[in-house]
């Protein structure tokens, strides 16, 4: 460094050296840069124990020692050019100044003294001592003048006890004094004092700032190895001051994706499958253990999971099963948590030994028995693949320490290692430092000694930078080639096994964040302690890793086991870059949990907003969920009440794949650490939670079809009077034929508005270009602007269906209101176009409101002539006669006629209307109606009447009977029914004569007088009057012989459809029971019906046949077996 540049120290104190007996000399000018850390490092830990064991707290930093010692350099670089381009003899003058003042004398005497250089001088060197202790006290006023480094270093620089002479100032004026008179530094107009004090002087208080500024101002005059150092010196203060936290994402920011249009894009094709996974969470040891409690046996390997779980998991909606700690997992990982003081943890599941599946959950064959399983019920199941470290005592630790990041000394001279060996093999020692077992310190390295050859070296922990080590891990080195194919070997060994892979903290693994964590850049480390020696340029490290590592991943899966979907945990703002460049199918979206938690709606809404914007395939691929297993559980974050649910729909509706927890839908609250073989808190499942699950959530997860995607998905901002209500989410989602409308409000207050134009999105052209553009709420919901047109919209889980014009949504966009919390979920919205005005009719009629019978009010709209024209069936007149017969009040043969021609009178006019009807309409209903003869009807009438006359022998059957409030109504709905079917019609035709004219609208204003309070037991009660209209072949058929077989016939009419749906058959555990009451109702109504349309012999038969049958009820103990056999 210039013939100036001699072998030089830093002159420490002699009082600091004696304390600690440091008798080397420190930062040597020609020694190598790179060991000046470690002697930093060195004197630190001499110095700080000493504090240590006097009590005391005075600690220095080896990181500011270092810096110190790199300026302490840089100044005698400054100086050795100083003197060679500009006064060679500054400090020979200097130094003949000092000797003519015998009082400042004694300060450089003292400085010699107290502040001694420990190099060893050559006989030469020896005749200019003068000179060199002149120089050297010329730089140690050089660095006590400069406050930062004062406060750092104290006790090597100035420290208590040792003062100066007080003739100390006199030399502080000479020296002032002098250095004004000597030439200026190169071009600078400043002397050479005042130039090496101008960074100290500009930032006080920091040393970095101080190298920031010589890197900024002085880099013409700095050679190349000192830059380096300076750099390496930024990057070790970097090391001690960054704050480490518990680790995981960090503070959610709202996402944006500046810079990445500069990026390739190479989204991976989805397969078929992959849009519509829906995924749950399931620790698997705590699963067995909770699952052995549940059903009262053990459950401890995978083949023992019971078929009724995994049929629970597809019956709610999931296809895809995330197995968390199923690989045979780390024994050193174990031990480590058993000696810190957690006698039943078990190792970490991301402390792994291999990737083969853990003996102790049952191995490969198990796994088989129930992947197979799952594959029967079209669950995928899917695996953690931990790519960036492993456990202590893999395969690859122990055996190939190549393969991982190592370095052959101890980071830190304060790392001991007197702990208990982790290794299996004898061959290998392991150790972890020593004070992880105290929790005083988190090593970054343990120690790896081969005790066949006693080499020694310390492999880095697994680190992601926000946090401690995990110590249990050893961190594998992606610059190694070698080490990138053993993982990605690994990965293709998970992918033949698994559908689905989930890659643990993948984002550590780009490329920017290997070299971030590694290898920094020079100036720009500080995230790892221990690294920042490792630095390297932009092209050394592209050199030794040209491609991303998670591109060859993607690229190698897709070719060699295709059919896997590859899901990454990533954070740092790296989703995008994930999926659109790296090519994974997803990727985690943090912010989701994150900010609906915080209520951090405006930031998340704009968070979605950016994606759209920037390209809506990446938001298709977020995985979305409410907590993950580094996480608090989601009862935790989100409560059980209208918030969770909220969340819980945005979640099971937003594009994306969405991913529940373990303990999620149960509303557990414990929070299963990676180390659980059990679940420790003995709780019990929220049936209220499990309960609104079914009825708000599975069935949406049923429909991931509509939401997954991201083609029809618009998201828009709720107005009110020109304020955006920004804690509102209100988006548009679909499929080309079917749309569905979500609406929550993430807060507690009341929020009201109005939705019109969605947010800018990107779309892309049929011609391969793209564009942004912003669609009004009717263009998203697929609306055309017509006057006969109308949307419908199902509201969930409401089932109430609302009709709206088309034109309207154009014209006012949407008005909606949501109290704090609530959801609204309009599902199946689609437009209809009114070509006979019953929409219209049924938009007027609803007037804004809700129906749950929408398609039902449709027909009864429809029907509405036809009802008209058959009102007299429902008219007091025609039912009062028959409940006079029904009650025995006398009844004359003219009440018999009136009876009749109101009913033919009806029929009249049902003919008229129906003939002006459409030949479409009226295939809808029934091709031909049939022409009823009033004298058959009278016959039926009179037969009918004949039934309630004491001294007939069906009387004392029928006055017993369960229906004599109902069937008034049940007789003249049968009456209907006959010009639509006669004895020969099946029950099936007649039962859709019931349903397509609506009837029980035409006897709804009839509900209330037979205590009838909704509309489908009303449908349900005209159901049965098909039995009064038409009769079973089965009977028709045993009636004809004059002695029936009753037990022939009874068989028979139990394989009929309408028999069986009025007695309430069923089947219950291989046993076939009936209700008793309806079996009674049906005997009772397919006598009456016999003797009514058959006549009064058929009817004693009937009645004969029907008592048996009841006998034999008597008996049966509501089971058909019985029944059956107890007929005579």
Known sequence: MGEHMQARDFRIALKAREEIQYKEPLFETQEQLESMYEQAKVLAYLYNEKQKAALTKQYVSAASLHASGVLHLLYQSVVSKYLEEKNSHFFTTLSHQIEKHHLIKKVLSFYEKEFPTLIKKTEEENKHTSEESTRGLFIHHVLIENPALVKEITPFIAPQGVSFPPSHKAFTVILEGYTKTTPHVQDEDEDLFSFLTAPSKA???????????????????????????????????????????????????????????????????????????????????????????????????????????????????????????????????????????????????????????????????????????????????????????????????????????????????????????????????????????????AAVTYRRVNKETQETSYIFHGNDGTSMPWNDTAQLDFLNPHTREAVIQQILHVARAFHIIRFDAAMTLAKRHIQR??????????????????????????????????????????????????????????????????????????????????????????????????????????????????????????????????????????????????????????????????????????????????????????????????????????????????????????IAESRALILYNNSYEFASGRIYESAPKLHRTSDGGREIRTNSIAQSLGLTFSDNTFIIYQQFPENLTYIAKSNHLYDEGLSISLQGYETKVFLHVNEVTDVDGSYEALYRYL???????????????????????????CSSNMLDFIKDVVTQKEVTSKDMRKYVLLAGEAYARFSIVYEELSDKTKESIVPIIKEVQPKDLLQSIQNFTACFIPENNIYFFLSGGMLMKELSMLINASLLITIF????????????????????????????????????????????????????????????????????????????????????????????????????????????????????????RMIKMAMSWLLSDASAEYKIEGLIKGVK
């Not at 023992?304 to 099963?321: A, S, T, V, Y």
């Not at 996480?631 to 937003?654: C, H, N, P, R, W």
């Not at 027909?859 to 036809?866: A, T």
């Open 203 to 441: 930032h006080p208080d920091s040393l970095v700032d101080q190298i920031q500024y010589i890197l900024n101002h002085w880099g013409s005059i700095i050679p190349l190895a000192l830059k380096k150092a300076l750099l390496h010196a930024i990057d070790v203060v970097k090391e001690e001051n960054t704050p480490r936290f518990s680790g995981g994402p960090g503070p959610a920011q709202t996402t944006t994706y500046d810079g990445m249009e500069h990026e390739y894009e190479a989204f991976s094709v989805d397969e078929d499958w992959m849009p519509h996974v829906v995924m749950i969470a399931k620790s698997a040891l705590v699963w067995l253990d909770q699952l052995s409690k549940t059903y009262g046996y053990q459950i401890n390997t995978l083949d023992k999971i019971p078929d009724k779980e995994l049929d629970l998991l597809r019956d709610r909606g999931f296809n895809g099963l995330w197995l968390i700690g199923i690989w045979e997992r780390s024994e050193a990982s174990k031990k480590i948590k058993n000696l810190c003081g957690n006698p039943e943890a078990e190792a970490s599941a991301y402390s792994l030994k291999s990737y083969n599946i853990g003996m102790n959950i049952g191995g490969w064959s198990a796994y088989q028995n129930l992947n197979e399983r799952c594959k029967r019920r079209h669950i995928r199941l899917a695996s953690d693949m931990v790519p960036n470290h492993t456990g202590l005592d893999s395969d690859w630790a122990l055996h190939h320490p190549e393969y991982f990041i190592t370095t052959p000394y101890s980071p830190y001279p304060s790392y001991t290692f007197n702990g208990e060996d982790l290794s299996p093999d004898s061959r290998i020692e392991v150790k972890i430092e020593d004070h992880y077992y105290d929790r005083t310190d």
């Open 517 to 734: 964590l590694w290898y920094p850049k020079p100036g720009s480390g500080g995230d790892i302690p221990g690294r920042a020696g490792y630095s390297m340029s932009d092209e050394e490290f592209n050199q030794a890793i040209p491609l991303e590592f998670w591109r060859e991943v993607v690229d190698r899966v897709a070719s060699e086991v295709p059919d896997t979907l590859l899901l990454a945990e990533a954070f740092w703002m790296m989703e995008g870059y994930f999926v659109r460049t790296l090519g994974m199918h997803r990727v985690y979206n943090s912010a989701f949990m994150n900010m609906l938690k915080n209520q951090a709606n405006k930031e998340y809404r704009d968070t979605i907003k950016n994606t759209l914007s920037f390209d809506p395939e990446v938001l298709k691929r977020f995985v979305n969920f409410m907590n993950n297993p580094d996480e608090d559980t989601a009862i935790a974050q989100f409560g059980d009440g209208d918030k969770y649910f909220g969340v819980a729909t945005l979640l099971s509706t937003m594009p994306g794949l969405p991913m529940y927890g373990h303990g999620q839908i149960e509303g557990f609250h414990e929070k299963y650490g990676m180390e659980y073989s059990r679940a420790y808190w003995n709780e019990y499942p929220n049936d209220h939670l499990i309960n609104e699950h079914y009825r708000r959530i599975f069935p949406l997860l049923r429909l991931r079809y509509l939401f997954s995607g991201s083609e029809y998905f618009e998201i828009f901002d709720v107005v009110d009077y020109g304020s955006v209500k920004e804690d509102v989410y209100a988006y548009v989602n679909g």
């Open 981 to 1100: 079917v006669d004895q020969k019609s099946s029950y099936e035709q007649a039962l859709s004569i019931v349903d397509k004219l609506a009837l029980e609208r035409m006897f709804q204003h009839l509900a209330s007088s037979f205590e009838i309070d909704v509309d489908y037991r009303l449908r349900h009660l005209l159901y049965k009057s098909i039995f009064l209209a038409t009769l079973p072949p089965c009977i028709m058929k045993e009636l004809e012989l004059e002695a029936p077989d009753n037990k022939k016939c009874l068989i028979a009419l139990l394989e009929d459809r309408g028999f069986r749906e009025l007695i309430g058959y069923n089947e219950h555990a291989g046993i076939i029971y009936y209700r008793k009451e309806s079996l009674q109702e049906a005997i009772y109504l397919i006598t009456l019906s016999v003797t009514m349309n058959v006549g009064p012999v058929a009817g004693d």
């Open 847 to 873: 007037d804004g409101k809700g129906t749950s019978s929408f398609d039902r009010d449709l027909v009864w709209i429809r029907m509405q002539p036809l009802h008209k024209a058959l009102e007299n069936f």
